[in-house]
């Protein structure tokens, strides 16, 4: 389905909108960028250049193709001349709903009829982006993972109006760009990655914030005892604290209780500014490069609860019909690089031992977050226990 498609338009040129211009160029698609300006145009431009001579370096691609690359480039700060003619249109402008539903509008007066119009946002609506145009059956979420030229992961999402053929065709146009989509068949907010991983940061938020363990303790524990390439407080401060923050409170508004906020622990933090990786500072100092995890504290948190709760937001996800656990698991290890998807995970260790550790933990604490999922506590009265009893999510 995707072999019609030959001419795009990314909007906006920065982190993503540079890396997926780069990626379409790469696999043969002739793209318009656009920004606000010329200055930032040309400074996106400069950052897929030298990504590209990065490429030729490690022989990923032959020297000669950079040029070739960039001639299927071109820049503009116009809508009109941009999309004029384009057949799908990737938007990657600040996450702001109402910037967001201005860019659809412009674009679908502008594109083709034809023409899909997708958003690379992180968790906001796409049936709001789709209903700003006259076509929301070709609106849709396309949510690559940074750097995209990198990434393997695209996260698909349908809105309330999307076609089940502009999700066919933006998935096979992920896997003509060398990728893995997973699809979102519900527009819930934080999709799955973000989800999942924002049920696993709040667990490590509360427990610091209760005095269980220290973020040190916490991070020690999850990268050498549980196997992950980052710990968790190490990974929000690479994601950025700002956005940390952002999509906590929007998965606090999309499912209340569940997904209570521990402003406590991250609050104080983005108030100084103090955003991670990116401003030099968060929960650690990254001045001097990446934070130390002392080994020696590896015993000091359980991992078995960050499990338990991912486990947990993923049978919500599979409970709402939002995507499958095949989906799931493949959107958090090649999203995130995490060793297994949660719900293998709990296929392997039992459905009953998950359960029995969200409602030990909800005993003691009586926090909505680890109250099991309606779908795991059906699971255990069908004897569906995982692998051991032949029948889990899987
Ligand atoms: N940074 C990440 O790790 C990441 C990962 C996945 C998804 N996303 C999502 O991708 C989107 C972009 O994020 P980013 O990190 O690239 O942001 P960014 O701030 O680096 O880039 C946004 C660009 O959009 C431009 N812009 C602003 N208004 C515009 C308009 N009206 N028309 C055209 N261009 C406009 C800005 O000048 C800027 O260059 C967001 O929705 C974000 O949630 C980000």
Redesign the pocket.
């Known amino acids: 389905m995707a072999e019609k498609l030959k001419k795009a338009a990314v909007?906006?040129?920065?982190?993503?909108?540079h890396g997926i211009t780069q990626l379409l160029a790469m696999n043969g698609y002739q793209v318009t960028m656009?920004?606000?300006s010329d200055d930032?145009l040309q400074k996106g431009l400069e950052k897929i250049k030298w990504s590209l001579e990065k490429f030729a370096e490690k022989r990923r691609i032959r020297p000669e193709d950079v040029s070739t690359i960039l001639a299927r480039i071109s820049t503009t700060t116009s809508y009109e001349q941009a999309a004029k003619d384009i057949d799908f249109a990737i938007e990657?402008?600040?996450?702001n709903i109402e910037?967001k539903k201005k860019?659809f509008a412009q674009l679908d007066n502008i594109a083709p009829p034809h023409a899909i119009l997708a958003s690379?946002?992180?968790t906001l609506s796409i049936t709001e982006m789709g209903n700003a145009t006259k076509r929301p059956d070709k609106v849709a979420g396309m949510?690559?993972?940074?750097p995209p030229q990198l990434m393997a992961l695209v996260e698909v999402i349908k809105g309330e109006k999307t076609s089940q053929e502009t999700i066919n065709t933006l998935v096979d146009l992920s896997k003509k760009l060398g990728k893995t989509p997973v699809v979102v068949r519900k527009d819930v907010r934080g999709f799955i990655v973000n989800r999942v991983l924002g049920a696993v940061f709040n667990e490590a938020f509360w427990t610091l914030h209760r005095g269980e363990a220290t973020k040190e303790g916490i991070d020690a524990s999850v990268k050498y005892s549980g196997g992950f390439p980052m710990g968790w407080f190490e990974l929000a401060d690479y994601v950025g604290l700002d956005i940390a923050s952002e999509v906590g409170k929007i998965l606090y508004e999309a499912y209340g209780e569940r997904f209570k906020p521990c402003v406590e622990v991250i609050e104080p933090l983005v108030k100084e500014r103090k955003f991670g990786q990116k401003t030099g500072v968060g929960f650690y100092d990254w001045t001097k490069g990446r934070p130390r995890i002392p080994f020696n504290l590896m015993e000091e948190y359980d991992v078995e609860r960050s499990w338990a709760v991912a486990a947990n937001e993923a049978a919500w996800l599979v409970y709402e019909d939002a995507a499958s656990p095949a989906d799931i698991d493949t959107g958090m290890k090649l999203g995130t690089g995490w060793p297994s998807g949660p719900c293998e995970y709990a296929d392997r260790v039992g459905i009953d031992v998950i359960v029995n550790k969200l409602k030990e933990m909800y005993a003691k604490y009586n926090m909505e977050m680890y109250k099991p999922c309606p779908l795991l506590e059906s699971y255990i009265s069908k004897g569906w226990l995982g692998k051991k009893t032949g029948r889990g999510f899987y």
């Open positions: 909007i906006g040129s920065g982190t993503m909108g656009v920004d606000i930032l990657a402008v600040p996450e910037l860019v690379n946002t992180s949510h690559f993972f940074n």
